[in-house]
């Protein structure tokens, strides 16, 4: 199993920032894959997730400035974040929608005021 974001950093708020994640082929073809986030001291928590055909669903918190999209030939989900809030803050990880039990290294992610 391969998990393996990328493409975080530090940003201002209202700032953007790309991320990237490659995913097993396996896992990538049959399932729904999500972005994940934990902030410290805080559950993980799911962002965004998105189905083989496209379909995307987002949390409330990030509804209308994060874009989730796949690249199905590549077996790499991404995750366009614009108009970044100090609490976006956290480490990302990508996983399948149900998460498996292994996690991968996440990304993290820091938003300065």
């Known amino acids: 199993v391969q998990l393996q974001a990328s493409g975080g950093g530090l940003a201002q708020a209202g700032g953007s920032l790309r991320l990237s994640c490659a995913a097993s082929g396996t896992i990538f073809s049959i399932r729904v894959m999500g972005w994940y986030r934990q902030a410290p001291g805080n559950r993980r928590e799911l962002v965004a997730s998105?189905?083989?055909?496209?379909?995307?669903n987002y949390a409330r918190s990030v509804k209308g400035r994060f874009t989730i999209s796949r690249d199905n030939a590549k077996n790499t989900v991404y995750l366009q974040m614009n108009s970044l809030k100090p609490e976006d803050t956290a480490v990302y990880y990508c996983?399948?929608?149900?998460?498996?039990?292994?996690w991968g290294q996440g990304t993290l992610v820091t938003v300065s005021s």
């Open positions: 998105i189905t083989s055909r496209g379909n995307t």
């Open positions: 996983n399948a929608d149900p998460a498996l039990s292994v």
